[in-house]
């Protein structure tokens, strides 16, 4: 192994390199999941490494810990502990009994507002200064300033996603005791990963640059039972209603069973119009939008005169179930 990534000591990684790049049997997905973010790698640009490129595995490592450093060894030894069946080091249950002993950071009303529609805001996730940084970051990564809105429309891979997965400022909010208390009363345990995901700019609509996201959809197979998940996005700026706000269908999750339901087998859940019931969620700097999964829901058209800028993140169990039937 090259002397850079010569200390990458993580289960499954050969395996996973050899199920891209040599045909070997594919790894489980949730096993996959768990072993990108423990390295603090984002899906896509592992796999477009692997799939592209088709390095070597000392090549494979040595671009792992240039990109996203060495692991975080506690996080390691979660993921060891997990894929194995055994107790966690001592480091790694003493933080987990730090998220789980901390003072709540959703009372009951916002919990009922959790329960009764299916998405809820953490105000305050994060520092200004720390959400000023994640601003910074987000202009230099677009090449744009927030006074010259030529600067805005640079043209972009990704639509109003910007693959820039790893850098300093972005975790503040990975690492943030509050974020991490504010999921752990939503999944009813500490015992999570944080996703390695993108940020994000969503610039006003003008002739010739529509809107470049996606409209109101699910993230996840449609097959039954959907399992519980979470998702997330992090306002950078204060964002109104028409600013690109996210939206949702308020409360869907309480009826999506029956819906699929009366809908049978042979339909398309996903070419339904839900535009009628959708809302669009203002925030302040600072605001963790957080949703269920089985939410219909998605960023939306700018209409105002400012970009909305973000950063988007989860929290997950290794136990979560994944459905391997996509509907």
């Not at 000023?132 to 970051?137: E, G, I, P, T």
């Not at 677009?142 to 972005?170: C, K, N």
């Not at 400012?306 to 509907?327: G, T």
């Amino acid at each position: 192994m090259s002397e850079v990534g010569a200390e990458l000591d993580v289960a499954c990684l050969e395996e996973f390199w050899a199920s891209h790049v040599e045909g070997a049997m594919k790894l489980d997905e949730k096993v996959v999941k768990l072993l990108l973010d423990t390295l603090g790698l984002g899906n896509q640009q592992a796999y477009r490494k692997l799939i592209l490129e088709r390095p070597s595995f000392p090549e494979f490592t040595r671009w792992i810990v240039e990109t996203a450093g060495l692991p975080d060894p506690v996080l390691v030894d979660r993921f060891h502990a997990w894929l194995y069946e055994i107790e966690p080091g001592e480091e790694a249950k003493a933080r987990l009994a730090a998220i789980k002993n901390a003072e709540a950071v959703f009372d009951e009303a916002a919990l009922r507002h959790w329960d009764e529609h299916g998405y809820v805001v953490l105000p305050d996730a994060i520092g200004p200064d720390e959400i000023a940084a994640v601003r910074d970051l987000v202009w230099a990564e677009v090449g744009g300033t927030p006074d010259d809105p030529d600067s805005w429309y640079s043209p972009r891979e990704d639509g109003i996603m910007v693959a820039r997965f790893q850098h300093p400022v972005l975790e503040a909010a990975r690492r943030s005791p509050r974020i991490m208390k504010a999921f752990a009363q939503l999944w009813e345990t500490e015992n999570l990963w944080c996703t390695i995901d993108r940020i994000g700019f969503n610039p006003p609509e003008r002739p010739g640059h529509e809107f470049a996201g996606s409209d109101l959809h699910w993230d996840v197979s449609l097959a039954q039972p959907i399992p519980f998940g979470t998702q997330a996005v992090l306002y950078l700026v204060d964002t109104s209603a028409d600013m690109g706000a996210f939206r949702c269908v308020p409360g869907f999750h309480k009826r999506i069973e029956d819906w699929l339901d009366e809908m049978g087998p042979d339909s398309d859940p996903r070419a339904v119009d839900l535009h009628a019931g959708q809302h669009h969620v203002a925030g302040r700097a600072g605001d963790l939008v957080v949703w269920r999964q089985d939410l219909p829901h998605g960023a939306s058209p700018n209409r105002s005169d400012r970009p909305r800028l973000a950063q988007y993140l989860n929290f997950y169990s290794p136990d979560m179930v994944i459905h391997q039937r996509w509907r």
